[in-house]
């Protein structure tokens, strides 16, 4: 695909979207069972309601399938962000408790471990907002699906 890489967050983010395009086909298709179930109920066709409500179950299925997947290759994109993220205060956290701690010695503090001491300070600071402007192509929040909550309400 053009505008990629084979870097794994791009991989990720492609597998989302491949993802979220098949959910999306199988949101449509559940839709319309759902409709020519509805429809066969209103007309009172007997004969059709049981092929329907058996196309609607089978494509319930595959939507929850789809649903799934969708959702966990969004999720995966962002644990992959966090440990790249985790990676980086790693590197940058470690030579600075090392050199804390260092100074400490050096002004002979009585502070057991003061570099980890100011890491437990800061995590209990107030954290400032967290924008996610890496990407627009993941959301950020949990999937919703109408179709399969239609589909939990009305049909199973």
């Given at each position: 695909?053009?505008?990629?890489?084979?870097?794994?967050?791009?991989?990720?983010?492609?597998?989302?979207?491949?993802?979220?395009?098949?959910?999306?086909?199988?949101?449509?298709?559940?839709?319309?069972?759902?409709?020519g179930l509805d429809a066969a109920k209103a007309d009172e066709?007997?004969?059709?309601?049981?092929?329907?409500?058996?196309?609607?179950?089978?494509?319930?299925?595959?939507?929850?399938?789809?649903?799934?997947?969708?959702?966990?290759?969004?999720?995966?994109?962002?644990?992959?962000?966090?440990?790249?993220?985790?990676?980086?205060?790693?590197?940058?956290?470690?030579?600075?408790?090392?050199?804390?701690?260092?100074?400490?010695?050096?002004?002979?503090?009585?502070?057991?471990?003061?570099?980890?001491?100011?890491?437990?300070?800061?995590?209990c600071l107030p954290r400032p907002p967290f924008a996610a402007?890496?990407t627009d192509q993941v959301p950020t929040s949990e999937l919703?699906?109408?179709?399969?909550?239609?589909?939990?309400?009305?049909?199973?």
């Amino acid at each position: 695909m053009i505008g990629f890489n084979n870097d794994p967050e791009n991989t990720l983010i492609r597998e989302y979207l491949t993802a979220a395009k098949d959910l999306a086909k199988r949101e449509a298709d559940l839709q319309r069972a759902m409709d020519g179930l509805d429809a066969a109920k209103a007309d009172e066709r007997i004969a059709d309601i049981t092929s329907q409500r058996k196309r609607t179950k089978e494509a319930d299925i595959l939507a929850r399938v789809a649903f799934d997947r969708c959702e966990t290759a969004r999720r995966a994109v962002w644990r992959h962000r966090a440990k790249l993220a985790e990676e980086h205060l790693r590197e940058l956290a470690l030579p600075l408790v090392a050199e804390i701690e260092q100074l400490h010695r050096f002004g002979f503090t009585s502070v057991p471990a003061p570099g980890t001491e100011l890491l437990r300070h800061i995590g209990c600071l107030p954290r400032p907002p967290f924008a996610a402007t890496t990407t627009d192509q993941v959301p950020t929040s949990e999937l919703q699906s109408p179709a399969l909550d239609r589909s939990d309400d009305a049909y199973f």
